[in-house]
Nanobody
C-alpha cells in the first residue's frame, strides 16, 4: 500500500481545511486507516482512525467534535475534515495504513505504511 497525503496549508484560527489521502492499494475491508500529526519538537500523536469496512470512526479527545474522518470507497481516498482549527493544531499530518484492524489504533507503531505528510499551519 502506498499513501499520498495532500491538502495542507496556512489557515486562520477558527477556519477549516480538508486533507486527502490516496490509498490505491487498499483492496479489502480489513485495512485500518489513521491520521496522525506531529508538531515541531513533539512526538507523533493520534488524530483519527477507522476500519475500512466500517463506518465507525475513532478520534482523539483533542479532535473529537471538530475533526471528521471519512472515505471514498470508489476512489480509495481517506479524508480528514478539520474545523474550528486552533493554533495547537499546527503540525505535519500523516495518513497511515495497516492490514488488519488493531485495538491499539491510536498507537502509531501499529501502522506499517505512512504517507509523506502534509503541513497544516494555523495562524493569523
Amino acid at each position: 500500500v502506498q499513501l499520498q497525503a495532500s491538502g495542507g496549508g496556512l489557515v486562520q484560527p477558527g477556519g477549516s481545511v480538508r486533507l486527502s489521502c490516496e490509498a490505491p492499494g487498499v483492496t479489502t475491508n480489513d485495512y485500518g486507516m489513521g491520521w496522525f500529526r506531529q508538531a515541531a519538537g513533539k512526538e507523533r500523536e493520534f488524530v483519527a482512525a477507522f476500519r475500512w469496512g466500517t463506518r465507525r470512526p475513532y478520534y482523539s479527545d483533542s479532535t473529537k467534535g471538530r475533526f471528521t474522518i471519512s472515505k471514498d470507497n470508489a476512489k480509495k481516498r481517506v479524508f480528514l475534515q478539520m474545523n474550528s482549527l486552533k493554533a495547537e493544531d499546527t503540525a505535519v499530518y500523516y495518513c497511515a495504513a495497516r492490514y488488519g484492524w488493531s485495538v491499539a489504533y491510536y498507537d502509531p507503531r501499529q501502522y506499517a505504511t505512512w504517507g509523506q505528510g502534509t503541513l497544516v499551519t494555523v495562524s493569523s
